[in-house]
């Protein structure tokens, strides 16, 4: 039969739909080995590595976490809401209340019965004060959270920060008896306080020197220490020598941490958030900080002392064009723009699992993280007067904070790269977690690649079996989560049946396998 050139168009067009789905032309699947150490030592990683950050910026606190005379608020202004979320990512500490803020803070301002407001010279609003110590201690509680205060070391003095370790933690003294005056008879006993926040930069307030740095943190802790001497102390840090050697030549015999900072998609001038390649191929970033960060320890004499905080991190900067010039209102409205939920796609999902298995990997020295914010800008959870949405890196947190073992055990992993022509970075990235008698293995693994499966061989001795396993994966690489589709991208947990220890991860993908070993 003779086609007609009409047929033969329709025909070659359906053929040409057709052919990506044969076997033969399908995408060859990526390849990735897992290498583990049965038989070497494991150790406990810290709980603390899944903490979280927030500041006096913008939507964050008032309209994020707090909220008083909304439908979805306590009788105190909480959130709700938001408390049952942050319940169930089980978060263990909260840093704040800065950030840029704090370094023009005065927490006296932010106690008692009369609140003035301030005028926030970091981000140009008033604020009401009308969250302060005591509504954000009361707030941890609700969430079972530690509290984290990070102290005023731009435009405030070492004595005002003794002072308020004074109210927090002391019954005596004119400031233990100003909390009890307050109403809180009983002592907050907050065990974690940093000196200062990204001192270190032109654009703080009250920025300092190298050579002023090291003597401040010293003279702080020093006041600080003789009003409650079982506190921890951070100070801001860099993983850069010229900075941090001399902070710990001067200071270093008073801290239990350095705190570092990392966002990798800068984004406070110009809002053009990076594509996903873009993005993956920032992952093994982070990694690359904490390893700095560790030489310097150890070059100092205080890798065995002085742990890091990675206290504020995350994917994407924060939106606030002209901080430090004259603002203009369209500048702060600006800052909406960082609340646009389509941004936080499968990108900052798999940005973050791998961020948080450099951590784990490295948690001999790393002991603490904080993603920054808790809420809104460019935080796991988007706030609104109606209710919430669950990002994508929501479900991350969650993953990790509920689904791994509590050990870290040596590993590796050998894969196949992803490229962008100049730069590539290993295609799949691991951590292997057990319980403390290795009969249960939890294992997180992340297919960076936007389009292929990856078969990755894991060797584990003989797991073939019955596995489960939860997976996170949207229905494209820019998958995300908005208010009229919140669970576009979800968890999903299922059995599997592993084959000669094989395992098959979907494209942009996050897998927390979860195997019992046969007796």
């Known amino acids: 039969m003779k086609l007609t050139k009409i047929q033969y168009l329709i025909s070659l067009i359906l053929f040409c739909l057709v052919l990506p789905s044969l076997p033969i032309f399908a995408q060859k699947k990526l390849h990735a080995e897992l290498g583990i150490d049965k038989n070497g030592g494991m150790e406990a990683y810290s709980k603390m590595l899944f903490g979280q950050f927030i500041e006096h910026f913008h939507r964050q606190v008032y309209g994020g976490i707090f909220e008083s005379g909304s439908k979805l608020s306590d009788d105190q202004g909480f959130r709700k809401d938001v408390i049952q979320a942050l319940r169930e990512l089980k978060v263990p500490v909260v840093r704040w209340p800065g950030g840029c803020f704090v370094s023009s803070y005065h927490w006296l301002d932010g106690v008692g019965k009369n609140r003035i407001p301030a005028y926030d010279k970091a981000w140009h609003v008033e604020d009401p004060n009308t969250f302060g110590t005591d509504e954000y201690i009361a707030w941890c509680r609700k969430i079972n959270a530690e509290p984290f205060i990070c102290t005023n070391a731009g435009t405030g003095t070492p004595e005002e920060m003794s002072d308020w370790i004074e109210y927090c933690n002391l019954n005596i003294g004119k400031f233990g008896r100003m909390r009890i005056a307050n109403g809180h008879l009983e002592s907050y006993n907050v065990k974690y306080w940093s000196i200062g926040n990204e001192n270190y930069g ?59 900072h990392g966002y990798w998609d800068i984004l406070n001038q110009n809002y053009t958030p990076s594509d996903y390649i873009s993005c993956m191929l920032k992952t093994t970033q982070p990694e690359e900080q904490i390893k700095h960060t560790i030489d310097i320890l150890k070059k100092t004499g205080y890798d065995k002392k002085i742990k890091i905080a990675f206290d504020e991190w995350n994917l994407r900067g924060w939106h606030h064009p002209d901080q430090g010039n004259r603002i203009k209102g369209q500048d702060i409205a600006a800052r909406d723009k960082n609340d646009s939920n389509s941004t936080y796609t499968m990108a900052d999902a798999l940005f973050s699992a791998c961020f948080l298995n450099s951590c784990i990997r490295n948690s001999e020295y790393v002991a603490m993280a904080c993603m920054a914010p808790i809420v809104n800008t460019t935080g796991p959870i988007y706030v609104s007067p109606e209710g919430i949405v669950k990002r994508t890196t929501y479900h991350v947190m969650n993953m990790y904070a509920n689904n791994l073992q509590p050990n870290i055990i ?47 061989d894991i060797d584990l001795g003989n797991i073939d079996g019955n596995a489960s396993e939860f997976v996170l994966s949207g229905d494209s690489e820019n998958a995300f989560n908005d208010v009229g589709n919140p669970n576009r991208v979800i968890p999903i947990k299922r059995s599997i049946v592993i084959k000669n220890g094989k395992i098959i991860l979907p494209a942009h993908s996050l897998v927390i396998l979860n195997i019992k070993l046969p007796h």
Not at 434 to 452: G, M, Q, T, W
């Open 202 to 260: 032109f654009w703080e307030m009250g920025a300092k020197t190298v050579d002023e740095w090291g003597y401040f943190v010293r003279e702080a802790a020093k006041l600080m220490f003789n009003v409650d001497h079982s506190i921890k102390l951070f100070a801001a840090a860099l993983a850069d020598d010229n900075w941090t050697t001399p902070l710990l030549e001067r200071a270093g015999q008073h801290l239990s941490y350095v705190s570092i």
């Open 410 to 456: 040596s590993s590796f992993i050998k894969s196949d790269t992803l490229s962008d022509g100049t730069t590539s970075v290993p295609a799949i990235d691991a951590i292997v977690t057990c319980s403390d008698d290795r009969k249960f293995y939890s294992i997180a693994l992340v297919n960076k690649h936007p389009e292929r499966e990856a078969e990755c």
